[in-house]
């Protein structure tokens, strides 16, 4: 019964280097989402896909990148690190027609150094 | 745009207390409106919802109502208990958002003292 994994949990970079957070979700649903947590901001959408294959920006997509190549996954991608991304990112998943109830990872928090 | 603007935090109460947390909207249309619940060391989890105007969300002794008066989604619990101890986030669904995106407010802190 795991629902949403998010690997790994914890991650400190230096400035410049690159990494993939991974989420992997056993519900078989079709929506997947990537966001990012800071203090005093909630949650702010930073990508999001619709079905395997596709994705689309949310609110604050640059400097991230995504992939959604199997239904199960969805990949986050930094390409060169800088300390504003340092955060707390949370993947979600969802069926396409669940009236906006998401089911969340554990989230994986970051520092950038 | 779409926003939800919550009460500032943190919240302390004691054990048994009555606990509310203000939540206000702005939206066009008719948005989905929504309570998830943070505990320590976990990711959000749904904790109530209301779809339309005057309907009450609820769920282990939360309630919520769905005010389009005073678009406002306040969140209630009559005898608060340590376990409720968490970060509370109000959010909704944009009603054409297709993607069911969420919007959240900042999250309100809440802690429980025995």
């Known amino acids: 019964n795991a629902g949403v994994t998010q690997t790994p949990k914890f991650r400190v970079l230096k400035t410049g280097q690159s990494m993939t957070l991974l989420c992997a979700q056993d519900?078989?649903?079709?929506?997947m989402y990537w966001y990012r947590q800071d203090p005093g901001m909630g949650l702010r959408l930073i990508h999001y896909?619709?079905?395997?294959?596709?994705?689309a920006k949310g609110e604050v997509p640059d400097g991230y990148n995504v992939s959604r190549l199997k239904k199960q996954n969805f990949l986050l991608g930094l390409e060169s690190a800088a300390p504003s991304q340092t955060s707390v990112y949370f993947c979600?998943?969802?069926?396409?027609?669940?009236?906006?109830?998401?089911?969340f990872g554990a989230g994986t928090r970051l520092s950038v150094l | 745009g779409d926003s939800v603007t919550q009460m500032e935090g943190p919240v302390t109460l004691s054990e048994e207390a009555f606990l509310t947390i203000n939540c206000t909207y702005t939206?066009?249309?008719?948005?989905?409106l929504f309570w998830y619940v943070q505990y320590p060391g976990e990711g959000l989890q749904l904790l109530l919802k209301?779809?339309?105007?005057?309907d009450k969300g609820s769920n282990k002794g939360f309630e919520a109502t769905y005010r389009k008066e005073t678009t406002s989604f306040h969140l209630e619990k009559g005898s608060v208990q340590v376990s409720d101890s968490a970060v509370y986030f109000c959010?909704?669904?944009?009603?054409?958002?297709?993607?069911?995106?969420?919007?959240f407010g900042q999250g309100t802190r809440l802690t429980i003292n025995p």
């Open positions: 959010a909704l669904t944009p009603w054409d958002q297709g993607a069911q995106k969420l919007v």
């Open positions: 519900m078989n649903h079709e929506y």
């Open positions: 979600a998943s969802s069926y396409s027609l669940n009236g906006g109830i998401q089911y």
């Open positions: 939206a066009t249309g008719y948005p989905s």
């Open positions: 896909s619709v079905g395997e294959g596709t994705t």
């Open positions: 209301a779809t339309k105007a005057d």
